[in-house]
């Protein structure tokens, strides 16, 4: 069974960091992409970065570049968000997906929880 | 970045009924590879997303066959052919053949009339 767990929200202050990490099992990490993506209270799914199987390409979008790293360990299965400068409107759960392999697999067949990161003073 | 633009926001629809959502995208998602990379995700209430539809309309394993997706080019559509009452939440379109970024439509909210 696919399992994506993520951890490391809570609150922190306007220009403050804060490092989520997701633990995964159930399917060979090394072989897929994986992707955070952020849902802000009450609104829609915004995909936030990916990273390569091999952590050799990385991708964000434009309102974290930056501010915001993505990594991998495939030796754990884990994947990890390094949030820098956080600012207010960057508060949302955070969710860890799984994304496809960049040859036949599309993404995000698998979702974690989620974990809730609140940017306020 | 291309814009994907989701009608209605909100669908109030009748157990039993059909409910049908439409979503459209700023630029055409034919691939060069030819496949067109559109999916569609049910998100029910306090829940993770779920992936519902994958390239347009093939469904994910254990998805009710009651959900079809349609579409081509800029023009896409998710029906439920007889909403059930676990069908209430949102669902978002997707696309990912132009990429980074992956973009979602802004979500349309099913309820039960």
């Known amino acids: 069974e696919v399992q994506l767990v993520e951890s490391g929200g809570g609150l922190v202050q306007p220009g403050g960091s804060l490092r989520l990490s997701c633990a995964a099992s159930?399917?060979?990490?090394?072989?897929?992409?994986m992707s955070w993506v952020r849902q802000a209270p009450g609104k829609g799914l915004e995909w936030v970065a990916n990273?390569?199987?091999?952590?050799?390409?990385?991708y964000y979008v434009d309102s974290v570049k930056g501010r915001f790293t993505i990594s991998r360990d495939n030796a754990k299965n884990s994947l990890f968000l390094q949030m820098n400068s956080l600012r207010a409107e960057d508060t949302a759960v955070y969710y860890c997906?799984?994304?496809?392999?960049?040859?036949?697999?599309?993404?995000?067949?698998?979702w974690g929880q989620g974990t809730l990161v609140t940017v306020s003073s | 970045d291309v814009v994907m633009t989701q009608s209605p926001l909100s669908l109030p629809v009748t157990l039993g009924q059909p409910a049908s959502i439409s979503c459209r995208s700023s630029?055409?998602?034919?691939?060069?590879?030819?496949?067109?990379?559109l999916n569609w995700f049910q998100q029910r209430p306090g829940q993770s997303p779920r992936r519902l539809i994958y390239?347009?309309?093939n469904r994910d394993s254990g998805v009710p066959d009651r959900f079809s997706g349609s579409g081509s080019g800029t023009d896409f559509t998710l029906k439920i052919s007889r909403v059930e009452a676990e069908d209430v939440g949102v669902y978002y379109c997707?696309?990912?053949?132009?990429?980074?970024?992956?973009?979602f439509g802004q979500g349309t909210k099913l309820e039960i009339k």
């Open positions: 159930g399917f060979t990490f090394s072989n897929y992409w």
């Open positions: 990273i390569k199987q091999d952590g050799s390409e990385k």
């Open positions: 390239k347009v309309s």
């Open positions: 997707m696309q990912h053949t132009h990429w980074p970024p992956y973009t």
């Open positions: 630029h055409s998602l034919v691939s060069s590879d030819g496949n067109t990379y």
């Open positions: 997906a799984k994304d496809g392999d960049g040859y036949i697999q599309p993404p995000f067949d698998y």
